[in-house]
């Protein structure tokens, strides 16, 4: 490709550059100067009142499972129930039952926990839309799923079964299940539901590659990789990928660290033989989900929630389990890539960096998600060198921030949330990433809600805790280099002369642009690897998936 983009403001992953113009030839960048080239590309674009940046890089993002349930029954774009109940109506008119059984389940998911009374649907009102095909349809935070009578009467559950440990079962006054289950939980249907093919787990990396593209991503880890919540281990489908070139982004994979281990040294010996550190798919990640969510009460705290039913949520792993588990995979190379909600998860995580003997320098380890953090472990991301993994979508008043949140975190905890200015002031490394299909993977929404802790669609446009906010190249600078650091990326996260480019052109400046006005700006062009594979800017436009996403989530996965 040979390409000028001309009269643009470039950010290079770390600053705004004085340049106006970039010049590629053959997918190289070959020129970073001002004013127009001496030997003009095939094609010049002239982009007055752009920016452009690095490609996006997504330092947490389930691109497999979301493109995956964008092939499916997808309820992301649903504005409340009655939108929801129409999309699983339709999606069960598309797909009538035969006589093989893969088709007869109805799975899918994206239905928002703020649509139901304390966050938990029930099996009566899918009955109501399906009462004949068992279903099984995760929640958009992946941690909750809601499942019909038939569902429930395949996997055997009735109100003599117990909750498993680290799930929920939930119950009605009278020990009834009333089709709503929590973290493990899930996992009862689950296993019951058919495995996905070769060719639907291929499809839905696809889908979801060519969603994230065209939204100016060109990198991501993919945060589990693994078979979780009914979704099959896509380790394979990635390699397969990279090896014919269909793979044209730059991934690492976070191999899952199962909740069950009990042999660590035989587990780290079976990642270890997993471990891919070349090429375009990579895997020198390991994932721990080390608690729930808040909306569900399973998120981990210091202190019981304040609402009557109280409890301290749900810690998956012992303090000894994870002090052994770092150290080993650490001496193994690993880079440790946590799942942190609750304030209790937070320290437990950073206890057990803290515990490692002997760490490695080089090490990349990072805490994604950091919704609850007691101001006494802020500083001590910096210190022990750990990233901070920003969602940055989820600090405003969404629904689920304003109903399931913010009352049975009480007051004193509500103030600890997102602390992202916060991290910045004490010197933390950050990466930010999306968590789709929890919530949108657009970069610029993100950012948004990072500069102005609100988000224009939100219940309460009002700013979550603005002294958190962060000014819009430190939110750059995370969604670009800062991520790409995590990866290991020598090629993504800068604008670096001789490099392979990978770029997103932005419709807009924000550095120009009032600070409420960055969600509407758009991505006009994608380069991924030298190639161009999203262009809005012609007739000729790259393929992709429409993936209407919702616009926040407080919960993740």
């Known amino acids: 490709m040979d390409l000028d983009i001309l009269d643009v403001t470039i950010f290079d992953g770390r600053t705004i550059r004085p340049e106006n113009r970039v010049s590629i030839r053959d997918g190289i960048i070959t020129e970073i100067a001002t004013g127009p080239a001496q030997v003009p590309a095939d094609r010049t674009i002239t982009a007055t009142g752009g920016l452009l940046t690095p490609g996006f890089v997504d330092a947490h993002v389930h691109t497999t499972f979301g493109g995956q349930e964008s092939l499916s029954c997808d309820l992301s774009s649903a504005d409340g129930l009655a939108e929801t109940l129409d999309l699983i109506r ?10 093989d059984s893969a088709h007869d389940w109805v799975i899918g998911g994206g239905w928002s926990m703020a649509d139901f009374p304390g966050g938990a649907p029930t099996a009566d009102i899918l009955d109501a839309v399906c009462p004949d095909r068992p279903a099984l349809l995760l929640s958009a935070d992946h941690h909750s799923a809601w499942v019909n009578t038939a569902a ?3 996997a055997g559950i009735d109100a003599a079964t117990e909750s498993p440990a680290g799930g929920i079962i939930v119950a009605d006054d009278y020990g009834t299940p009333t089709g709503c289950l929590h973290e493990s939980a899930i996992d009862l249907v689950s296993a019951h539901v058919p495995e996905a093919t070769d060719a639907e787990v291929h499809a839905g990396l696809l889908a979801g590659q060519n969603y994230l593209n065209s939204l100016g991503v060109t990198a991501w880890m993919d945060a589990i990789v693994g078979d979780y919540g ?18 044209h ?5 976070s191999l899952w660290w199962p909740r069950e281990v009990t042999d660590i040294d035989a587990e780290v010996a079976e990642l270890t033989a997993r471990a891919r550190s070349e090429g375009r798919f990579r895997a020198t990640s390991v994932k721990f ?27 998956y792993f012992t303090r000894e389990h994870l002090e052994a588990s770092f150290a080993a995979l650490d001496a193994a190379g690993f880079d440790i890539h946590c799942h942190a909600i609750g304030d209790a998860a937070v320290r437990a995580a950073l206890d057990a960096f803290a515990a490692i003997a002997s760490p490695r320098a080089e090490a990349r380890h990072h805490i994604a998600h950091v919704q609850v953090v007691d101001p006494v472990d802020v500083p001590r991301f910096a210190q022990l060198g750990i990233t901070a993994n920003l969602q940055a979508l989820w600090a405003c008043y969404d629904e689920q921030m304003i109903d399931l949140n913010i009352p049975i975190l009480g007051e004193e905890r509500t ?10 002031s004490a010197g933390t490394h950050l990466a930010m990433g999306s968590d789709w299909p929890v919530s949108t993977a657009n970069p610029w929404e993100a950012i948004h809600v990072a500069v102005n802790r609100s988000h224009p669609t939100a219940a309460d446009t009002s700013p979550l805790l603005p002294e958190e906010a962060l000014d819009v190249e430190t939110a750059l600078r995370a969604y670009t280099s800062g991520s790409a650091h995590l990866l290991r990326s020598r090629t993504n996260g800068v604008i670096r002369l001789g490099e392979r480019a990978n770029l997103a052109l932005a419709s807009a400046n924000p550095f120009d642009l009032p600070a409420d006005e960055i969600a ?23 393929p992709q998936t429409s993936q209407p996403p919702a616009t926040t989530s407080s919960a993740s996965a």
């Open 90 to 99: 339709g999606y069960i008119a598309a797909t009538h039952a035969d006589s």
């Open 152 to 154: 429930l009467t395949v």
């Open 230 to 247: 009914g979704h099959r281990d896509p380790y394979d489908t990635y390699v397969r990928a990279a090896s014919s070139e269909e793979l």
């Open 249 to 253: 982004s730059e991934v690492v994979g």
């Open 289 to 315: 989900m080390l608690d729930g969510i808040v909306e569900s009460r399973t998120a981990a705290m210091n202190t019981e929630y304040t609402c009557t039913c109280g409890g301290f949520g749900t810690s």
């Open 415 to 424: 103030g600890w949330l997102y602390p992202f200015g916060s991290f910045a």
């Open 520 to 542: 509407h700006i758009t991505n006009d062009l994608t380069i991924s690897n030298g190639r161009l594979i999203h262009d809005a800017l012609s007739s000729q436009t790259a």
